[in-house]
T-cell receptor, first 110, second 113 residues
Framework: DGGITQSPKYLFRKEGQNVTLSCEQNLNHDAMYWYRQDPGQGLRLIYYSQIVNDFQKGDIAEGYSVSREKKESFPLTVTSAQKNPTAFYLC?????????FGPGTRLTVT | QQQVKQSPQSLIVQKGGISIINCAYENTAFDYFPWYQQFPGKGPALLIAIRPDVSEKKEGRFTISFNKSAKQFSLHIMDSQPGDSATYFCAASKDGTASKLTFGTGTRLQVTL
């Protein structure tokens, strides 16, 4: 079964801690993306990567970091510098224009 | 700066009716316009998409209408069903940026019996 997996589905952290969200795809897509979703604001792009070992900042990259060491994997680290990290995080991958999303990770920071 | 404006924010339609969601964009370089459907707690799913060289695209009960001169596009859901109740997002991207999508803020659709 081809698809995008994100783990865990729910994540709880204390303020001041870094946390890493996992994203894996077996679709053989070159490009991968991380979005943040907040109520009433749609999806906002955090980082994207078009090839291995290369990635670019999206619209709201501050307080986040990524790596792309393998084609299949694009982990996102939410650092303590992110002022409002509680949100629903979505990973996506694409071939050409069509972009496909994973099931998301809901992060709660208290 | 919001480059894709979506309306309405919420919509209630009776079963069998037509649901219409509208989006307007500012950047004339956009050349790909998808619509996504999202159920609560799930990731968005690609529903239908259009390129600006056509004015309409239909897939089953879902139709995109595209007006290049007005920089607007809309999603029509014919014979709306309770199972269509979800949040719908329009988006846009431009050539040279792979699939770097700019999303609208979403429309929550409720189809009542």
């Amino acid at each position: 079964d081809g698809g995008i997996t994100q783990s865990p589905k729910y994540l709880f952290r204390k303020e001041g801690q870094n946390v890493t969200l996992s994203c894996e795809q077996n679709l053989n897509h070159d490009a991968m993306y991380w979005y943040r979703q907040d109520p009433g604001q749609g999806l906002r792009l955090i980082y994207y990567s078009q090839i291995v070992n290369d990635f670019q900042k999206g619209d709201i990259a501050e307080g986040y970091s990524v790596s792309r060491e393998k084609k299949e994997s694009f982990p996102l680290t939410v650092t303590s510098a992110q002022k409002n990290p509680t949100a629903f995080y979505l990973c996506a991958s694409s071939r050409g224009y069509e972009q496909y999303f994973g099931p998301g990770t809901r992060l709660t920071v208290t | 700066q919001q480059q894709v404006k979506q309306s309405p924010q919420s919509l209630i339609v009776q079963k069998g009716g037509i649901s219409i969601i509208n989006c307007a964009y500012e950047n004339t370089a956009f050349d790909y316009f998808p619509w996504y459907q999202q159920f609560p707690g799930k990731g968005p799913a690609l529903l239908i998409a259009i390129r600006p060289d056509v004015s309409e695209k239909k897939e089953g009960r879902f139709t995109i209408s595209f007006n290049k001169s007005a920089k607007q596009f809309s999603l029509h859901i014919m014979d709306s069903q309770p199972g269509d109740s979800a949040t719908y997002f329009c988006a846009a991207s431009k050539d040279g940026t792979a699939s770097k999508l700019t999303f609208g803020t979403g429309t929550r659709l409720q189809v009542t019996l």
